[in-house]
């Protein structure tokens, strides 16, 4: 059963409420990726706050989606779990304990790997995807570092205007039936 707000300070509250209803940001990130010069990976992922939109990285030609793996890590550190993991020991947060990150690509005629892992004195949990086989083989590691490329593309909150406009019309609603009631009681 939902409350009934019948009066204006209940639905002004929510209207401002709603109005100032926080934006997730969608921020873009481009992996600066470091190892044997003119072999280095690149790569992309798009973090929304809460969860990974894209994670792509691409070696030597061989495309592969980290998405799938960076949304649900084996295991959590840095004080934080899930996808949240995967991003504080992407951008290498000073609250992870780590003592590295690597990366490390495996092209070969059967399977491509990528792996993408921070080394810890705990627990910690790479992220991995395979790509297409190459029959021309292949290997490759080193480090990275990221940058933001975004520079915070706001998303609104979805239900944030259906919630603004609801509220605006219960509140001209509620004023109109109140001019109405003080006007009837006026001709009495």
């Not at 290498?92 to 304990?97: F, R, V």
């Not at 990366?103 to 810890?120: E, N, Q």
Request: charged letters at 10%; hydrophobic letters at 40%.
């Amino acid at each position: 059963m939902t409350p009934k707000l019948n009066s204006a300070p209940q639905l002004l509250a929510l209207l401002i409420a709603a109005a100032f209803s926080p934006n997730i940001l969608a921020d873009t990130y481009t992996i600066n990726f470091t190892g044997d010069p003119g072999n280095e990976p690149t790569g992309n992922f798009t973090y929304n706050g809460t969860s990974f939109t894209s994670f792509a990285v691409t070696f030597q030609g061989v495309a592969f989606d980290l998405e799938p793996s960076a949304n649900n890590p084996a295991n959590t550190g840095c004080g934080v779990t899930g996808p949240a993991y995967t991003f504080e020991f992407m951008v290498q947060s000073p609250s992870c304990d780590a003592t590295d990150y690597r990366w490390d690509a495996i092209l070969s005629p059967g399977v491509s790997t990528f792996f993408i892992a921070p080394a810890t004195t705990g627990p910690s949990s790479e992220i991995q995807a395979f790509g297409a086989a190459s029959f021309d083989g292949g290997f490759g590691q080193g480090s990275w570092s990221v940058s933001d490329d975004s520079h915070g593309t706001t998303a609104p909150e979805p239900f944030g205007l259906p919630l603004v406009t609801s509220g605006a019309f219960a509140l001209a609603i509620l004023v109109r039936n109140r001019i109405s009631k003080t006007h009837a009681a006026r001709r009495q």
